[in-house]
């Protein structure tokens, strides 16, 4: 069963934006927190953004921090991250995720085990 679908990735310059979309469901936008993770050729797979799934409380990373956000339209049952003033570093297959963690948040990627998309990948290139 598929609970979560990304989509938005492709090839931008350095410097420009692109937003990535997570769409999912109720059942998840209500209960679970949803991160957002990236892994780069030869890297480990890290969080770059979390969502809570009560109060929608973010966080980040240093390395995105002022550049990514994530929101979420609950009508829509979508997930997103704007992702402004990209580097050639950010380039990556991006993943959302979602885990029960009570109000809580988590940029390890070992702290979700529930769902994962299937990823989208990002190039930032000139």
């Known amino acids: 069963q598929v609970r979560l679908v990304e989509s938005g990735g492709g090839l931008v310059q350095p410097g420009e934006s692109l937003r990535l979309s997570c769409a999912t469901d109720?059942?998840?936008?209500?209960?679970?927190?949803i991160g957002w993770f990236r892994q780069a050729p030869g890297k480990e797979r890290e969080g770059v953004a979390c969502?809570?799934?009560?109060?929608?409380?973010?966080y980040y990373p240093d390395s995105v921090k002022g550049r990514f956000t994530i929101d979420r339209d609950n009508a829509k049952n979508t997930l997103y991250l704007q992702m402004n003033s990209l580097k050639p570093e950010d380039t990556a297959v991006y993943y959302c995720?979602?885990?029960?963690?009570?109000?809580?948040?988590?940029?390890?990627?070992?702290?979700?085990?529930?769902?994962w998309g299937q990823g989208t990948q990002v190039t930032v290139s000139s």
């Open positions: 995720a979602a885990e029960l963690l009570d109000d809580d948040c988590s940029l390890h990627p070992l702290d979700f085990s529930h769902y």
């Open positions: 109720t059942v998840i936008l209500d209960h679970y927190a």
């Open positions: 969502i809570s799934s009560e109060h929608g409380s973010t």
